[in-house]
């Protein structure tokens, strides 16, 4: 079995070293083996094949940091008219929300385990869970990557997007959307979200996990 130092595997997945360990740290990728003497980290072939699965599925970090950055500039924003704003408003919340479904997708993958998001039209909110360990029905909140935070949003109390709803949720006829261990939807489905007037739609994929908007 071949085996592969950390700068290898960097440049066999596209990305630096610096970033292929800062993703082991945050959990995004899994941790390889140590050698036993030296404790350096050492990769597989069927290592890599996962770690390009992973990445390939989804925001990488940068994107995920993009999507937030741009998302709060929007927000802020001071338009005269009102009916833009608003749709300015729901279109950000609706980044946020599938930049979230991605990445408790990405963590399905890197922890293999099942994770899901639970959404609740009641209280316009959202949260993040895993399993751990996978099979135990022993649900734990997944972190924010970049708060540390328990994983939760609340359109209510959040002043960024106050004013946005969860109007719909359908999932196969539930609201929870959970991936298994290798990132696959147990079902498909959609989640609808308005403010004033407008509408958006978040359509997840059965099979692929393609995430898209409608």
Known sequence: MRLYKT???????????QTLLRYEKKGILPKPIRNHINAWREYTDEDIKKMKRIIGRGFTIIELVMVIVITAILAMLAIPRFESFYSLKLSGAVKKAMSDIRYVQQMALARNTNTRIIFNTATDTYEAQEENPRGSANWQYL???FTKANQVV??????QYKGVSIANVNFNSGN???FDWQGTPQSEGQVTFTCRGNTRIIIVEANTGRVRQQ
């Open 7 to 17: 700068s290898q595997v960097a440049t066999k997945l596209g990305i630096s070293k």
């Open 143 to 145: 972190k924010d990557p």
């Open 154 to 159: 609340n359109y209510r109390t959040d002043p």
């Open 176 to 178: 929870i959307l959970q």
